[in-house]
């Protein structure tokens, strides 16, 4: 069975500093989807974003970019020039190529403080 | 686009009561996903829809847990009978196909006194 797994309950960055959160993964298939989404207080899902697993060069969104490493299952979620609006919880999650089922990791809580 | 649209939004119920949440999933999605998040457990699937028929329930805790979707723009999640430890946020989500990001509710908050 697929499992995510983000080992940083909490984060803190200074604001227009980076930050970094951590996610790896477990899988035997070899293609596969990867998301981060975000969730505020208002504790909306919002879809960060996305990273094929057969695509070697790394997603940007904006400020966000990923690391991503299939070799060693690691999925990393960088935000560049941390904004005060970037506070919420951070999910990693994972979706097999036939079905868009998406297996959650348990969150990151990141802060910024001004 | 309206988004997926969940009711209600708080739900406070008394022990042993039915609880019945909703949701209607973006026109012309196929696939429609009832996620669970608890403290404790973080977001947990329940079960999910593809073309109105359910594909996967194993997530579905025990027989006090129902779901339906009876067409392609309406979903029910019931609890019957509720408990406290059913509270949690429970979200929709829907889909137009693999492999797609979700698009998610807004959540129901329930609470089971």
């Known amino acids: 069975a697929q499992t995510v797994t983000q080992s940083q309950p909490e984060m803190s960055v200074q604001e227009a500093e980076t930050v970094t959160l951590s996610c790896t993964y477990d899988?035997?298939?070899?293609?596969?989807?990867l998301f981060w989404y975000k969730q505020p207080p208002s504790r909306q899902m919002i879809l960060v974003i996305r990273?094929?697993?057969?695509?070697?060069q790394n997603a940007t969104e904006n400020r966000f970019s990923v690391n991503f490493q299939k070799a060693a299952k690691s999925f990393s979620l960088k935000i560049s020039d941390s904004q005060l609006g970037d506070a919420a919880m951070y999910f990693c999650?994972?979706?097999?190529?036939?079905?868009?089922?998406?297996?959650f990791g348990t969150g990151t809580r990141l802060q910024v403080f001004p | 686009d309206a988004g997926v649209i969940q009711s209600p939004r708080h739900e406070v119920t008394e022990m042993g009561q039915e609880v019945t949440l909703r949701c209607k999933p973006i026109?012309?999605?196929?696939?429609l996903f009832w996620y669970r998040q608890t403290m404790m457990r973080g977001l947990e699937l329940l079960i999910y829809?593809?073309?109105?028929?359910?594909?996967?329930d194993s997530g579905m805790p025990e027989d006090r847990f129902s779901a339906k979707m009876p067409n392609a723009s309406f979903s029910t999640l019931k609890i019957q009978p509720s408990e406290p430890r059913d509270s949690a946020v429970y979200f929709c989500?829907?889909?137009?196909?693999?492999?797609?990001?979700?698009?998610f509710g807004n959540g129901t908050r329930l609470t089971v006194t």
């Open positions: 829809f593809n073309n109105n028929v359910p594909i996967d």
């Open positions: 989500a829907s889909s137009p196909g693999d492999p797609t990001p979700l698009h």
């Open positions: 999650a994972y979706s097999n190529e036939n079905t868009d089922k998406l297996i």
């Open positions: 899988t035997s298939e070899s293609d596969y989807y």
């Open positions: 026109s012309g999605h196929n696939s």
């Open positions: 990273q094929e697993a057969y695509k070697q």
